[in-house]
């Protein structure tokens, strides 16, 4: 019964972040809110199914918090503060401008040659008008904030909190259930492997994200004219995903550390020379 309740209060937050755009920004039409509604209520609902099950299937680190906790208010304070800026804009508040004015200042700060805000902003069309255009550097700037913070957090509960060994026993298939131990090479060599190329992608990818823009044609100037929403949810992936690729990759990597250290230990216990072993 806990299960489930736990899973169906995931399941609600989870909800309430995808309508989170669409309650704050003004002018939200009548059929973009039942769009973001049914998204919503599946998303909640695989959410909720997922936590509620004692089997995983696709979500990592569920039975290791506060992994998850960090990406999802991540993600939230993200789209939150997004969404507040883009409101801003058509409804001035206290609140707004200052949100307006922490935006402006990371995109001024990180906006410098070949940062991953100056390339995406180079890829913008020409007809983008300065004021979109610093719009969007202000939102680019936000995401990466909260990213950034999110990271550090993270980090501190690596190392102070000696996570995953904090939340006691870690059970890789429950944690990891895309990752199959049985198969392949040596787990511990596959681990580090797949930790290292998450954490080279996370690096890579907001330096990609220009180029694919480019060769496909999105861009993010016509999305904040179009629709807020889009803007919202390129900006947040841009920011979201190196972050999650980051923090898998750190968290493979200590995992593999781990089962080694375990392995260590049972091979030297046979070991114990009796003149050293402790007294009974």
Request: with cysteine; charged share 15%.
């Amino acid at each position: 019964m806990m299960r489930l309740a736990n899973g169906a209060l995931r399941g609600l937050l989870t909800g309430v972040l995808v309508a989170t755009p669409s309650l704050l920004l003004p002018g939200v039409s009548a059929d973009t809110a039942q769009v973001v509604s049914l998204v919503g209520l599946a998303m909640a609902l695989l959410v909720t199914v997922e936590y509620a099950s004692s089997y995983p299937s696709l979500i990592e680190f569920r039975d290791a918090p506060p992994f998850n906790r960090i990406r999802f208010l991540c993600l939230f304070a993200t789209v939150f503060l997004l969404s507040i800026l883009l409101r801003g804009e058509a409804e001035a508040s206290g609140f707004a401008l200052f949100v307006t004015a922490v935006g402006h200042l990371a995109g001024v700060v990180l906006d410098v040659p070949f940062s991953p805000i100056r390339l995406l902003l180079l890829t913008q069309p020409e007809t983008t008008t300065a004021a979109d255009m610093m719009t969007l550097r202000a939102a680019l700037g936000l995401s990466f904030f909260a990213a950034f913070f999110s990271f550090v957090i993270f980090y501190l509960i690596l190392k102070l909190a000696d996570w995953p060994r904090s939340v006691g026993a870690f059970n890789v298939w429950t944690n990891l259930p895309t990752f199959d131990p049985t198969t392949g090479s040596d787990v511990v060599t596959r681990l580090r492997r797949d930790g290292r190329f998450n954490l080279v992608l996370g690096a890579l990818l907001p330096f990609l994200v220009p180029a694919v823009t480019l060769a496909s044609g999105t861009v993010f100037g016509p999305a904040l004219e179009s629709d807020g929403q889009s803007l919202i949810w390129m900006v947040a992936a841009w920011a979201f995903l190196p972050l999650s690729l980051f923090m898998r990759g750190i968290a493979m990597l200590r995992v593999a550390d781990m089962i080694e250290e375990m392995r260590r230990r049972s091979t030297a216990a046979p070991h114990i020379s009796p003149a050293v072993a402790p007294a009974e």
